[in-house]
Every structure is written in C-alpha cells, then in structure tokens.
C-alpha cells in the first residue's frame, strides 16, 4: 500500500504508512485515516472552534496536576491576547485513560461493588451451611481429638473441604464468565465499541486469573475459620457428654441469626439499586423528546472538498437529494440537519442580539443548520411564528428559528419574533432575523440539560456535512439501502455512514446504553441475591426448629397450642427479616447516593421504590419461614420427648 494514491473527500493523497489493525485513538472513534491537520473548513478556520484533540506525553517526573497548571497559565494567556473567542475557556488535562474510560467509569464501579455484594452473601451463605455441618459434626471431632486427632489436623480437614468447594465453584463461575463475557460484548454497538478499546480483549487475561485466585483464597480461608473455631478439641468432655444433642445450638443460633441479617441487608441494597436504575432508565426512555421518533431513518452524508466549494454547490446538491428521495415510494416528507437529535450539547455558537447590553460574555447556544422540511418531519411543534420555507436561501435576508428555552431565557417577557442575533462582534454578515419560535428538541443526551438553540436555514449557510431523516410508511430500516443508493447516484464520491433509524440511534446512544446495562447487571445481582437471602433465612429457620424441637415438644406437652408454636417461628423469622430490612434500606440511601451519576429523575431516597422492595421482601420472608413454622406446628410432643 507504501506509495499509492486515493482519493480522501476528493482530494488525491498518498499513503505513507501503515498502523497495526487494532490500532486507535478512542476519543476519535472508529476513524480508518490519520491525516495531517489542515485548516480545510470553517470550524478549523476560526479561532472560536474548539474542535481537536490535545494528546502529549509527560517528561519523566512531570505529574499531571503540574501539566494543568502550565496549561492554564497558558489559556490565561490566550484568554488575555483574544478576549473575544478565548474567555472563560479555562484548560483541562487528564489521563488518556481516563479520557477513554470516564462515561463507563459510574456502571464499572456500579458492576464492581454488585459483583462484591452477591460475592459476600455467597459466602455467608455457604459459611451458614457449613457452619450448620460443623455443628453436627460436633461428636464426631471430639471423637477424633479423645483418640489423638491434633487441632490442626482437624483443622486441616476443614481447610481442604472449604478448598474443595471453592475449586469446583471456581471452576463453574469461570464458565459462566466465559460465557457473560460474551454476552455482554454482543450487547454493546459497534459505535461505542469504537471508542471502548478495553472491551475489545475482554477475556481470561493474566490480571483476570490472578484476580479470581485470590478472590477464591480468600473465599477458602473465610469457609474454612467458621467450623475451626468452633472445634470442640478444648472441652472433649463436655462435647461427648452431649450426645450430639445440642451442645452448640445457642452460638450457632445467634451467629446464623446475624449472617442472615446480613444477607437480608445486602438483598435490599441490592434490589433497591436495581429499582431506582430501572426506574431511572424508564424515565429516561420516556422523557419528552419534543418530536416524534417513528418511522424515521437517518443517514449521515460527507460531501468532497473538491467540487463542492462554493455554497451554492453544496445548497443545489442538498435540495437535488432532497427532491429525489421525497420522490421515492413510501417516503412521506424528508429533511436534513448538521445536528441529529439526540447527540450532544455541541456545535455550538456565541451570539449576541442586537439591542441589549452586552458585557463580553459568551451567551453559548447549540447551532443546527436545518432545511425547510425539518421540523415537519420529525412534528415539531411550531410556538410562533412561522417556519423555514424555500425561499429562506442565500437570495434572501438570512432568518433564524430559536427555541423555547432560548426565547425564555434571552427574552424574558418579550416576543422574540422580529429581533436580530449575530456573532459577539455583530458583523453585518453574521446578523440573522428571528422568524420563528420552536418547541425545545432533544438535541443533547437523553440525560443531559437542554440548552438554548438557534436553527439556521441550510440553504443560507451549507456544509459539506449533514445528517438526512426521512419519514417513511414502510419500516424505516428497509428503505435504509435505497437512500444510500440515491446519494451516490447523485454524487458517488459523497460518504454515507451511521446508517440507522433515528429510534435505534436513541436506543443506542450512550446515556441509554449506560443507563440500560447498570439497570440489567444490577437486576441481575439483585434477583440472584434475593433468592439466596431466601434460602439462608429458610435455612436458618429450618435448622433452628430442628434443634429446638425438644423444647417444642416439652411446650406442646405443657399445653401451648399449635397456632402459638406456629407464631413464635415466625416471629422469630420476621424479627430477622426486620433488623436486615431496616439495615438495608440505610445502606440503600447511601449507596444510591454514590452511584448518583447513574439516576436520571430519580431520588437515592425514592420512597416507591424502597417501599416496593421491603413488601417484596417481607413477603418472601413470611412465605419462606411458612414451612418449618407448620413443620414446628405439628411436631409430636411424645415422639420428641422419646428422641431425647
């Protein structure tokens, strides 16, 4: 490839090199060309357009903040020489992988600490179990001690069971991970994918193995000290005097109690945080986006420098393609825009109205150049006014159309309809008249502030790039091919990409996607921890009423009825189940409170939601707790007293 020549936006350049294919700068994206940086549009030409990206290696003993400083001594500087396009802007300087990793750093630590949490109430659960062993094992070890059995071969052989649980755990949980990985891979877009370079050798690396080895050690020394403690070698008399009966039933008793408190508490965080996410992520889908997102597809098109530098070339190949595709079957109305909805606060321009003070400032509002047909494509709502028309060209007085925010916060109490806005400096040729008032549009995420924005007609100011959206009956992804057919009928060096429909781009974007994954991994820890604080607390209970069935017996022989047996279990039971309950909803507030980043409209103390998740598991608790109280209820007095 050393030497040849193709054509980048109709320009000849050749090629000089050739990167490794995993190769890429993130914060870029998907990019396939490196060139050298040319001022060869109007953003690149102006010093106001801040639009590159800063990347530097540090000398050897430089830290991070010293950079910071040094950069902001020299926008200060800047800020000084040319107050117009530099003020307030302030520098910023970071770790590269920070800059890549900071949108997905909230749902990794979210993953993180639900992956610590279901870890943790494994544990206390398989050590409630073995602890419930140790105890019946009581007899057996003090058999062992009284013929010469020393404490650490006892203990060893505690020590080796936990080990073995651990390996065969291990070895499930690593196939299960293989698996997820994969899963989880499959769910995320190659859009994002593109700037996530850290997912694409997702898998059992060195760092992956030597994490899951200690994690598992750990687990093996948290199984194995329980039993050990307990092991009866000091009091070999009293151990053998029992019979096996009941000797360690009150520790084991009250330490079960609190390990299952614990894990009560632990499924309420949990299931809260799944709550709040899922709510969060409901009301993000369905906030107001001020359009509708039906049956739209969407486009992407780059026109070639050569060819194309006049405006008048740009605006006739605009509305050449305009008129084709409203022409096509199926096609009910088309516009175009340099701005998608639902992309970002961005492209943005500093304006100024004409006849109001002005101290300097830079009144900062999102720029979109629009056709004609925009609005009514996606049915935005016209407040007042009226909208583009296709006279509004590069003949006629150049308009604007802002939107509600703008004229509420720029025009407090006044019509809008009639005044001027232009650049900080009001050139002549920047002066544009207000004829229309739209309702706010979703330009930014979907979890973003809206911001003040002016749409400008495209036909007055075109680019080289713009964005097509087109209504259509059929589903709009059938009639994706077509369109990307009839641009490079009109012009076969045109780009065409991000081919989509605008519902899918929204369902794709990446506020959705970050919010839609916390909400499935924490949904999915939380039903899994749910349902093993369940089975702890119906083993604990279980357990209790197998070493208390003496007692049991002895109460029904002295006349205690079956409705009493029955209510002191489930006391027992629902006073477990309160005291994590209500640990758990403290620890839900303050745990909502750090992963903030990921509610939208919602609160760390939502009151449904945390209401929700004590009925559900209150009544999980009662129905879990039914069958050993009826199993109480109904012991035979004689039959247990005979045991003893």
Same mark, same amino acid.
């Given at each position: 490839?050393?030497?040849?020549?193709?054509? =980048?936006?109709?320009? $000849?350049?050749?090629?000089?090199?050739?990167?490794?294919?995993?190769?890429?700068?993130?914060?870029?994206?998907?990019?396939?060309?490196?060139?050298?940086?040319?001022?060869?549009?109007?953003? *690149?030409?102006?010093?106001?357009?801040?639009?590159?990206?800063?990347?530097?290696?540090?000398?050897?003993?430089?830290? !991070?903040?010293?950079?910071?400083?040094?950069?902001?001594?020299?926008? +200060?500087?800047?800020?000084?020489?040319? $107050?117009?396009?530099?003020?307030?802007?302030?520098?910023? !300087?970071?770790?590269?992988?920070?800059?890549?990793?900071?949108?997905?750093?909230?749902?990794?630590?979210?993953?993180?600490?639900?992956?610590? +949490?279901?870890?943790?109430?494994?544990?206390?659960?398989?050590?409630?179990?073995?602890?419930?062993?140790?105890?019946?094992?009581?007899?057996?070890?003090?058999?062992?001690?009284?013929?010469?059995?020393?404490?650490?071969?006892?203990?060893?052989?505690?020590?080796?069971?936990?080990?073995?649980?651990?390996? !065969?755990?291990?070895?499930?949980?690593?196939?299960?991970?293989?698996?997820?990985?994969?899963?989880?891979?499959?769910?995320?877009?190659?859009?994002?994918?593109?700037?996530?370079?850290?997912?694409?050798?997702?898998?059992?690396?060195? &760092?992956?193995?030597?994490?899951?080895?200690?994690?598992?050690?750990?687990?093996?020394?948290?199984?194995?000290?329980?039993?050990?403690?307990? =092991?009866?070698?000091?009091?070999?008399?009293? #151990?053998?005097?029992?019979?096996?009966?009941?000797?360690? /039933?009150?520790?084991?008793?009250?330490?079960?109690?609190?390990?299952?408190?614990?894990?009560?508490?632990?499924?309420?965080?949990?299931?809260?945080?799944?709550?709040? =996410? /899922?709510?969060?992520?409901?009301?993000?889908?369905?906030?107001?986006?001020?359009?509708?997102?039906? &049956?739209?597809?969407?486009?992407?098109?780059?026109?070639?420098?050569?060819?194309?530098?006049?405006?008048?070339?740009?605006?006739?190949?605009?509305?050449?393609? @305009?008129?084709?595709?409203?022409? +096509?079957?199926?096609?009910?109305?088309?516009?175009?825009?340099?701005?998608?909805?639902? /992309?970002?606060?961005?492209?943005?321009?500093?304006?100024?109205?004409?006849?109001?003070?002005?101290?300097?400032?830079?009144?900062?509002?999102?720029?979109?150049?629009?056709?004609?047909?925009?609005?009514?494509?996606?049915?935005?709502?016209? !407040?007042?006014?009226?909208?583009?028309?296709?006279?509004?060209?590069?003949? %006629?007085?150049?308009?604007?159309?802002?939107?509600? #925010?703008?004229?509420?916060?720029?025009?407090?109490?006044?019509? $809008?309809?009639?005044?001027?806005?232009?650049?900080?400096? =009001?050139?002549?040729?920047?002066?544009?008249?207000?004829?229309?008032?739209?309702?706010?549009?979703?330009?930014?995420?979907?979890?973003?502030?809206?911001?003040?924005?002016?749409?400008?007609?495209?036909?007055?100011?075109?680019? %080289?790039?713009?964005?097509?959206?087109?209504?259509?009956?059929?589903?709009? *992804? #059938?009639?994706?091919?077509?369109?990307?057919?009839?641009?490079?009928?009109?012009?076969?060096?045109?780009?065409?990409?991000?081919?989509?429909?605008?519902?899918?781009?929204? %369902?794709? #974007?990446?506020?959705?996607?970050? &919010?839609?994954?916390?909400?499935? @991994?924490?949904?999915?820890?939380?039903?899994?921890?749910?349902?093993?604080?369940?089975?702890?607390?119906?083993?604990?209970?279980?357990? /209790?009423?197998?070493?208390?069935?003496?007692?049991?017996?002895?109460?029904?022989?002295?006349?205690?009825?079956?409705?009493?047996? %029955?209510?002191?279990?489930?006391?027992?039971?629902?006073?477990?189940?309160?005291?994590?309950?209500?640990?758990?909803?403290?620890?839900?507030?303050?745990?909502?409170?750090?992963?903030?980043?990921? @509610?939208?409209?919602?609160?760390?103390?939502?009151?449904?939601?945390?209401?929700?998740?004590?009925? +559900?598991?209150?009544?999980?608790? @009662?129905?879990?707790?039914?069958?050993?109280?009826?199993?109480?209820?109904?012991?035979?007095?004689?039959?247990?007293?005979?045991?003893?």
């Amino acid at each position: 490839m050393i030497g040849r020549t193709l054509k =980048l936006s109709g320009v $000849p350049t050749t090629i000089v090199g050739v990167l490794p294919p995993d190769f890429q700068f993130a914060p870029r994206g998907t990019a396939e060309f490196f060139t050298t940086a040319q001022p060869t549009n109007g953003c *690149e030409k102006r010093r106001s357009c801040h639009n590159l990206y800063g990347i530097g290696r540090l000398k050897d003993g430089v830290t !991070v903040a010293t950079a910071l400083a040094e950069m902001k001594g020299i926008a +200060l500087q800047l800020e000084r020489q040319y $107050p117009d396009s530099n003020r307030g802007q302030g520098a910023s !300087v970071m770790p590269l992988a920070r800059a890549i990793t900071g949108d997905v750093r909230p749902i990794l630590f979210v993953l993180l600490g639900g992956a610590a +949490l279901l870890l943790l109430i494994a544990c206390v659960n398989v050590s409630n179990l073995l602890l419930v062993r140790a105890e019946k094992r009581r007899q057996e070890m003090a058999v062992r001690g009284a013929l010469g059995a020393s404490r650490v071969r006892l203990a060893r052989q505690y020590v080796t069971e936990g080990l073995v649980l651990v390996l !065969v755990g291990t070895a499930a949980g690593i196939a299960v991970a293989t698996v997820m990985m994969r899963v989880l891979h499959a769910m995320i877009s190659k859009q994002m994918l593109a700037g996530m370079p850290y997912l694409q050798g997702m898998g059992l690396t060195s &760092h992956v193995w030597g994490f899951t080895v200690t994690v598992a050690l750990l687990a093996a020394g948290l199984f194995s000290i329980a039993p050990i403690l307990r =092991l009866p070698v000091a009091a070999l008399r009293q #151990s053998l005097s029992d019979g096996g009966r009941s000797g360690g /039933s009150t520790f084991w008793r009250r330490l079960g109690a609190n390990l299952v408190i614990v894990e009560v508490a632990i499924a309420v965080v949990l299931l809260s945080g799944a709550g709040l =996410l /899922s709510k969060s992520l409901w009301k993000m889908l369905h906030i107001d986006l001020g359009f509708e997102s039906d &049956h739209i597809a969407t486009l992407s098109v780059d026109l070639p420098e050569r060819g194309f530098e006049k405006d008048t070339q740009r605006a006739q190949f605009a509305q050449a393609l @305009l008129d084709r595709i409203q022409s +096509l079957p199926g096609v009910q109305s088309v516009g175009l825009t340099t701005t998608l909805p639902v /992309s970002c606060n961005c492209n943005t321009d500093w304006v100024r109205f004409v006849g109001k003070p002005y101290n300097g400032i830079h009144n900062e509002v999102n720029n979109r150049e629009v056709s004609a047909a925009f609005f009514q494509t996606l049915r935005a709502k016209l !407040v007042r006014g009226r909208l583009f028309t296709q006279s509004d060209d590069a003949t %006629h007085p150049k308009v604007v159309l802002v939107n509600e #925010s703008l004229a509420k916060k720029y025009f407090p109490g006044e019509d $809008p309809i009639g005044k001027k806005i232009g650049d900080t400096e =009001l050139t002549p040729n920047s002066l544009r008249e207000i004829v229309g008032v739209v309702s706010d549009i979703k330009d930014s995420a979907l979890d973003a502030e809206e911001w003040p924005a002016e749409y400008e007609a495209f036909a007055q100011d075109p680019s %080289h790039y713009f964005s097509l959206l087109v209504r259509t009956s059929p589903k709009p *992804e #059938s009639m994706l091919p077509t369109l990307s057919a009839v641009v490079r009928a009109l012009n076969p060096e045109a780009g065409v990409e991000d081919q989509t429909t605008l519902e899918q781009r929204i %369902h794709d #974007s990446p506020s959705a996607w970050l &919010h839609r994954s916390a909400a499935w @991994l924490m949904g999915g820890f939380a039903g899994i921890a749910f349902l093993l604080s369940m089975i702890g607390l119906y083993g604990t209970i279980s357990y /209790s009423v197998s070493q208390r069935k003496r007692e049991i017996g002895v109460r029904m022989a002295l006349g205690a009825q079956r409705a009493t047996i %029955h209510n002191m279990i489930l006391r027992e039971a629902g006073r477990l189940s309160c005291f994590g309950i209500v640990a758990g909803v403290g620890c839900s507030i303050a745990g909502a409170n750090l992963m903030g980043s990921l @509610l939208f409209g919602v609160r760390a103390w939502d009151v449904a939601t945390l209401a929700a998740v004590v009925v +559900l598991l209150a009544a999980a608790s @009662l129905l879990a707790c039914y069958l050993p109280s009826r199993r109480a209820a109904t012991v035979n007095p004689v039959e247990a007293l005979r045991a003893e």
